[in-house]
């Protein structure tokens, strides 16, 4: 299954290459809201929030309102958790969360389970040359994605995998990456970074992983 991305900063929906340099940039929310409505679920993210400069939380609010959607950004405390799925989030984006100083937060992943259903918790595993990055991708840890599927598999019922070295590239995601990712966890899965093609998703779709598409969609490359 395809998912759509939307990504937001500064109160715009932009489009950012290895979550760095932004390459496009969107104030005309309802065209893709309305673009995006055939789809079962669209993945919703306050990069603000994620990298700490402020929210974008009145547009998730709205968006959230208007698409079912899996929510992320700046979720740090099991309240903003429970608020988001109040809101109509379909699914929370867990990631820099789950880590305290560099370890696994063990306890954090268990309150969050306690206090929200495992099918509206998605443990976000962020990867960067093979280890995991927090911090909207700003900080690197020693961790790799299956430090965390072996500590957490037990608390959410998704991962979300994001292959930051491909992310906006326009070059594909790398396939081998995504087949260990799936041989590691028997969670749902939905995999992001770089997918560029309808072969892709239908290549995923055959492994039983959904795509987040987010470049490819807003330059044309895959028609949604």
Known sequence: ?????????????????????????FDNFNYWIDRFSKYPVVQLIDLDAAIGTGDNRPLVKQIAGRLPCQVGGGIRDVKTAQELVNLGARKVIIGSALLTDGRINLEHACALAGALPKSALMFALDSRGGRVAIDGWRTQTFLTAFDMIRALEHFCGTFLYTHIDTEGLMGGIPMEEVHAIRSA??????????????REIDDLDALGIDAVVGMALYTGKIRG
Do not use: F, W, Y
């Not at 109160?11 to 496009?24: P, T």
């Not at 966890?185 to 309808?198: F, K, P």
């Open 185 to 198: 966890t028997e969670r749902h899965l939905v995999v992001a970074g770089g997918i560029t093609e309808q």
């Open 1 to 25: 299954m395809l998912i759509p991305s939307i990504d937001l900063m500064g109160g715009k929906i932009v489009q950012l290459v290895q979550g760095e340099e932004k390459r496009l940039e």
